[in-house]
């Protein structure tokens, strides 16, 4: 059965089972992770059919984003300390993969405006959302250290901050890199 009937009065379960009220910081920041995935899906659906690897790139993104969302859903320090962790080659991961697009890419010299065709513009709705769901990450991180200080937390934390970080980054460069690929010019804001 896909309705619970129990999030009827504003509330939902975390992992482990304790209950929070849906605008609590931790519900918030898995939740914009969570829209953050979904756009990532219509991004690579956009973008099956090209070359490059980047469908490829983005499914493994997806995967990894669903591990934060698991780890930003429970606040329970011994289940969180058995959850699969997301581990730090992955921020290298994505550092070497903004490296090689980034290489692909005219020099930059003014700020770019979303667009430029559809793909580079879902691009920079991604990245927007995940520049949200990084300031969620930050608020929660705060909080739960605050309240609880366990480190093995916040160490997690930080690589969840990280791996949000560089992947706006990867979104950024990703949607100019297609925005080429089309042979289309980028939009850029001359002032």
């Given amino acids: 059965m896909i309705y619970t009937k129990t999030g009827d ?3 939902t379960s975390l992992v482990g089972g304790s209950r929070v009220n849906k605008d609590d910081h931790r519900v918030e920041a898995y939740g914009t992770v969570d829209e953050l995935n979904s756009h990532i899906g219509l ?9 490059g690897g980047y469908y490829d790139e983005l499914k493994a993104v997806q995967h990894n984003l669903f591990t934060l969302q698991t780890l930003l ?14 581990p730090e080659e992955e921020v290298e991961m994505l550092e070497r993969q903004i490296d090689t697009i980034t290489d692909q890419l005219p020099k930059l010299q003014n700020f770019v405006i979303a667009g430029g065709n559809l793909a580079g513009a879902q691009c920079h709705v991604a990245r ?6 990084e300031r969620r990450v930050v608020t929660l991180a705060r909080e739960a250290v605050e309240e609880s200080g366990n480190q093995a937390v916040r160490q997690s934390t930080d690589v969840i901050l990280r791996y949000l970080n560089r992947l706006s980054d990867y979104l950024f460069v990703l949607g100019r890199r297609l925005v080429v690929m089309e042979g289309k010019e980028e939009d850029l804001y001359i002032s």
Avoid: F, K, N
């Avoid at 991004?43 to 099956?48: F, G, P, S, V, W």
């Fill in 9 to 11: 009065h504003g509330t």
């Fill in 43 to 51: 991004l690579a659906e956009m973008i099956r059919p090209l070359q």
């Fill in 73 to 86: 859903a429970t606040e329970d320090a011994a289940i969180y300390g058995r959850l699969p962790q997301l």
């Fill in 128 to 133: 927007t959302v995940c520049r949200r769901a």
